[in-house]
């Protein structure tokens, strides 16, 4: 049982609020749903409504996961806010909505933000010119792995026989392909089978990109 408290609220697509401990940290921005990109649900929480953000993290730069321009109204400061993402391109985008403490965090690497947390990116993939982070968190007890495009676990597998065993996995269940051809991520069954594989979880949260919005306490 851990003493740390975590709760995960689905905004929309891959946009989560995730709390634990003291932190608020908000995945892959996307407020302005246009749903000419197949999207087909509302956004739970409008940008003004967000607590104050301790981290916001970026898994990679399409439209659907990353949309910076959508958090003009957010009400807190934003130069408190640290910023990780996984190209140029995406820090460009967040430093011009007006967030200016951002990091390209490439693969492997780990850094200390605020008390307690810690947040690492690791290995996705590459696809056309896109490269794409997975997450893992650390607070106090609580560790959190956030891949929503995940393609496979196994760099998340050789993470935890460094750092320690992951609690959470937020993964994608929906095997997108791109143009019918090439696989983007996982599969439902996948993920789920994931669970008995070499990762040491205690609880996989696995939103689809058309469910309704959810709110989960671990």
Not at 115 to 131: C, H
Not at 137 to 149: A, M, P
Request: hydrophobic share 45%; aromatic share 8%.
């Amino acid at each position: 049982m851990h003493s740390t408290p975590l709760t995960f609220t689905r905004v929309i697509n891959a946009c989560v609020l995730i709390e634990v401990g003291e932190h608020s940290i908000l995945t892959d921005p996307f407020f302005q749903n246009w749903r000419i990109i197949g999207i087909k649900e509302d956004v739970a929480i409008a940008p003004r409504e967000l607590p104050r953000l301790t981290a916001i993290i970026g898994c990679h730069a399409f439209i659907d996961h990353w949309q910076m321009a959508g958090l003009a109204d957010y009400p807190h400061n934003k130069a408190d806010v640290q910023v990780f993402v996984a190209m140029n391109s995406m820090a460009r985008s967040a430093r011009k909505a007006g967030f200016r403490n951002v990091e390209v965090l490439n693969w492997g690497e780990c850094r200390a933000v605020g008390e307690e947390l810690s947040i690492e990116a690791v290995q996705a993939q590459r696809m056309l010119f896109w490269t794409v982070n997975n997450y893992v968190l650390r607070c106090g007890d609580v560790s959190v792995f956030f891949g929503r495009e995940a393609l496979d676990l196994k760099p998340l597998a050789e993470s935890q026989t460094i750092r320690g065993p992951i609690d959470v996995a937020a993964l994608p269940v929906n095997a997108v392909h791109l143009f019918g051809l090439y696989k983007l991520v996982m599969s439902g069954g996948e993920a789920a089978h994931a669970a008995s594989a070499p990762l040491t979880c205690s609880s996989f949260t696995m939103p689809h990109p058309n469910s309704s919005a959810m709110a989960i306490t671990v």
